[in-house]
């Protein structure tokens, strides 16, 4: 930046530590018109410099060139929450990360410079950070847990304790549990039966990592609801699941002109953000009297033959 004057032949003079030479590098006015800038490349060793603007220059300033550690390799391995019974994966060539949600990310980070790394963290967006524990092999072991969206970089410790983002910015993608899915396979409509006959339900749940239970759910004439565990109570949560139930209308006290509402419940597994539930689409039972059936019409056997029937209910 100049100060006091104006000029538009700008430049920056640099030579290597030691050399006998300057050599000039142009500068580039900025949007600010005393303020100039450039770029040096493939810098291997210290440098002096000056800057050199119609005649004025600044004093003369070295730049130490150091070598700083940056990851080699990165090997993550996921475990994921026990109620997905899923067994831990590891991926030897690591960077984004997609999972469920509550999966622990385990890292192991190899330096480019083993020996002069003797620390590092994670920094984790939104969650902070998380330190890096150096190895008797010279890796670097750390990890964190999958709870929101956001992104991760490796850090590490320079030679000369420098804090040194040794990594570019993963992402990581935390998936959802789905909430199971739940329907009668039989009888799979609304139904009329007589106030003591019986009907058998069937019912299929799904769910990615297991359903734990089971429910039929029912009511008489809008009353309060019962349920009844058709699969659960101990028994080893599935990914698919069938089970019937028999609904005995006697025991119910029903009588002509009631009507039963029933349907059916399903739970997950999921411990990390809690058991999520479906519920299927309701059905109804309605309750005829005893003497209500259909018959077909006979034909009378005076009349001709050949006519036309009615039919009666």
Not at 191 to 209: G, M
Not at 220 to 226: A, D, F, L, S, T
Not at 246 to 257: F, N, Q
């Amino acid at each position: 930046k100049l100060a006091g004057f104006h000029s538009n032949d700008v430049s920056l003079m640099m030579k290597a530590s030691g050399g006998s030479k300057f050599e000039r590098v142009p500068l580039v006015a900025t949007s600010d018109p005393v303020s100039f800038e450039g770029m040096l490349f493939d810098l291997k060793k210290p440098i002096e410099y000056y800057v050199e603007a119609d005649g004025v220059t600044s004093p003369i300033y070295t730049m130490k060139v150091v070598e700083l550690p940056a990851v080699d390799q990165l090997q993550l391995e996921y475990v994921f929450p026990a109620y997905t019974g899923l067994a831990p994966q590891k991926v030897e060539s690591g960077g984004d990360v997609a999972a469920i949600k509550g999966t622990e990310v385990r890292l192991r980070v190899t330096s480019t410079m083993p020996a002069g790394t003797t620390g590092g963290r994670l920094k984790i967006d939104p969650a902070g950070t998380s330190p890096l524990a150096a190895q008797p092999n010279g890796t670097l072991t750390g990890g964190f847990k999958m709870d929101k969206d956001g992104f991760y970089q490796v850090e590490l410790d320079g030679p000369h304790g420098e804090r040194v983002n040794a990594s570019p910015k993963y992402t990581v993608d935390v998936i959802d549990d789905r909430a199971p899915t739940v329907s009668f396979d039989k009888p799979k409509r609304d139904l009329a039966l007589s106030p003591v006959e019986e009907t058998v339900l069937q019912v299929r749940a799904d769910d990615d990592f297991g359903v734990k239970q089971l429910d039929l759910v029912y009511s008489v004439n809008g009353g309060e609801e019962k349920t009844v565990t058709i699969y659960g109570k101990g028994a080893k949560p599935l990914p698919q699941v069938s089970a019937t139930h028999t609904i005995y209308l006697e025991e119910l006290g029903v009588k002509a002109g009631d009507f039963v509402a029933y349907y059916a419940k399903a739970y997950d597994t999921d411990t990390v953000s809690g058991p999520k539930s479906t519920s299927s689409d309701i059905y109804f039972i309605k309750i005829r009297p005893f003497n209500q059936n259909f018959k077909q019409a006979q034909s009378n056997e005076d009349q001709p033959q050949g006519g036309g029937g009615g039919g009666g209910g």
